[in-house]
Nanobody, 117 residues
Framework: VQLVESGGGSVRAGGSLTLYCAASRFFPCMGWFRQAPGKEREGVAALYTDGGKPYYADSVLGRFTISLDNAKTTVSLQMNSLVPEDTAMYYC???????????????WGRGTQVTVS
C-alpha cells in the first residue's frame, strides 16, 4: 500500500496551496493530518470515499477543502487564507473511519512540508 503526497511548499500568509495524495488502492476513508515542530499530530480533514459530508478541524473550517478525484484514489486538500500557524508537515492517511474515529489512521504517507511566512 502506498500513499504519495505532493504539492507542499512555501507561501506567504494569505496565500493558497493544494496538496495531493495518490493512493495505490481504494480506501473507504481518506484524510489529512499535520504536525508542527514540538506539537502533536492533529487531524485536519477527512472524507468517506463513497460520499458523505467531509469533516474538518475547527482550525481550518472555511479555509480548507478536501476532495476526491473520480477514481476515488486521489484526495486533495485545497488550502486558502493560509496563516503561519498552518506551517507543518502534512500527512495523508487512509483506512476506515466512523462517527467516533473521524480520521483514518491505518496507512500513512511520508508527508509534505507546508511553510507559511
Amino acid at each position: 500500500v502506498q500513499l504519495v503526497e505532493s504539492g507542499g511548499g512555501s507561501v506567504r500568509a494569505g496565500g493558497s496551496l493544494t496538496l495531493y495524495c495518490a493512493a495505490s488502492r481504494f480506501f473507504p476513508c481518506m484524510g489529512w493530518f499535520r504536525q508542527a515542530p514540538g506539537k502533536e499530530r492533529e487531524g485536519v480533514a477527512a472524507l468517506y470515499t463513497d460520499g458523505g459530508k467531509p469533516y474538518y478541524a475547527d482550525s481550518v473550517l472555511g479555509r480548507f477543502t478536501i476532495s476526491l478525484d473520480n477514481a476515488k484514489t486521489t484526495v486533495s486538500l485545497q488550502m486558502n487564507s493560509l496563516v503561519p500557524e498552518d506551517t507543518a508537515m502534512y500527512y495523508c492517511a487512509a483506512g476506515g473511519c466512523n462517527l467516533y474515529n473521524r480520521y483514518p489512521q491505518s496507512y500513512w504517507g511520508r508527508g509534505t512540508q507546508v511553510t507559511v511566512s
